[in-house]
């Protein structure tokens, strides 16, 4: 038996109206910045931190938030408060009269906001980069999010009818805020990736462009001048049944492309593969089969150490391990355990690998 009174939200909106709550709270006094309950919902996940740290910059910084200062002081935006932290522990609103009335008027604080944020960076350029090894999340103007992998440059151009980012080198995931006026797109030197509210990874490499895509869909755009072709999509691992390439398809969630001259595969990507290509995110990779050269390669992404193997043999020797990111040292443990590889230290950045025993 269900209960029409329970109305789940789209996990956006919730830690967006959670992150008005907390808002509130520290505005009212209620709790301090180093409050425990409000630093661990923190670091539930980056998407926590945005939301936060843009309502509370809105609420100190705009003077229509005096009036939801007084409204905060209010018994209906307190009622909406203990609602919220009872939401916070089931995951759904059970909305009430008062409790609506509070949603609504956080909910039209968190729009015209958001609103006001985006006209005051419009335009908007930035560039950002990471170094070998390192990570970083850029929360741009518009409220999408931007995890640069190591090693990787983004050029942000933002004006008032187009959300442009050129991915110069390396790779990226981006969540993206909707704005059907606004179309967001990827810019490579293979091609283009376009959205208008969707998640999605690229990764340029040296000789083609991988895109994953978690929500959504996305339009992609070959740079070369190939026919347009709908290529068939096919399971992970089996070859495409098109002889051309195609210029240019939509890719919808779940599913991996690769760019080259053309658009040269579709796949449907399985939920382990997908977890695997996304790994990185959290600092860790995984490699289950694949052999030394490949693993060492990618490796080789996250480490200034340069990595030689001795034996052409070893190249092809298949490897299953974890790799935490900065822990080269560890994956090299596992080598010699695994898979019997001795590592002969050149010097500090410079090691090769071989057939121990």
């Not at 490699?287 to 050269?293: A, D, K, P, S, Y």
Request: hydrophobic fraction near 40%; glycine fraction near 6%.
């Amino acid at each position: 038996m269900t209960n029409d009174n329970i109305i789940p939200l789209p996990m956006t909106d919730r830690i967006e109206e959670q992150a008005a709550i907390w808002v509130m709270r520290l505005a009212e006094g209620e709790i301090l910045d180093t409050d425990a309950e409000l630093h661990e919902w923190l670091g539930e996940s980056p998407q926590h931190r945005d939301a936060f740290e843009r309502l509370n910059g809105f609420w100190d910084g705009l003077d229509f938030v005096t009036g939801l200062n007084d409204f905060a002081e209010s018994d209906v935006a307190k009622a909406s408060i203990r609602q919220a932290r009872m939401a916070h522990r089931f995951g759904f609103l059970r909305p009430v009269l008062t409790g609506a009335v509070a949603a609504s008027v956080v909910l039209a604080f968190i729009s015209f906001g958001v609103q006001l944020f985006d006209q005051w960076q419009s335009p908007y350029q930035g560039n950002y980069h990471t170094a070998i090894g390192e990570q970083q999340t850029v929360s741009l103007p518009d409220g999408s999010t931007v995890i640069l992998n190591t090693d990787s440059v983004i050029d942000v151009d933002f004006t008032d009818t187009a959300r442009r980012i050129t991915l110069v080198r390396g790779e990226a995931y981006f969540d993206v805020a909707p704005d059907k006026k606004k179309p967001f797109s990827v810019e490579t030197s293979k091609g283009s990736v376009t959205a208008v509210g969707t998640a999605f990874s690229v990764k340029l490499v040296t000789e083609k462009l991988n895109v994953v895509v978690t929500e959504g869909r996305v339009a992609l755009q070959a740079q070369t001048p190939e026919p347009t072709l709908v290529a068939e999509t096919v399971p992970a691992g089996e070859p495409s049944q098109e002889k051309r390439r195609a210029s240019s398809m939509e890719v919808t969630a779940g599913q991996t492309a690769t760019i080259d001259q053309g658009i040269e595969e579709v796949s449907i990507i399985q939920p382990d593969a997908l977890e695997k290509a996304l790994d990185w995110q959290d600092g860790e990779l995984s490699f289950r089969g694949e052999t030394l050269e490949q693993v060492i390669e990618e490796i080789g992404r996250y480490t200034d150490i340069r990595i030689e193997i001795a034996d052409e043999e070893l190249r092809n020797q298949k490897i299953v391990a974890y790799y935490k990111m900065g822990d080269v040292e560890r994956i090299f443990e596992a080598f010699n355990v695994m898979a019997n590889i001795g590592v002969e230290r050149i010097s500090p950045h410079h090691v090769r690998l071989y057939r121990a025993g």
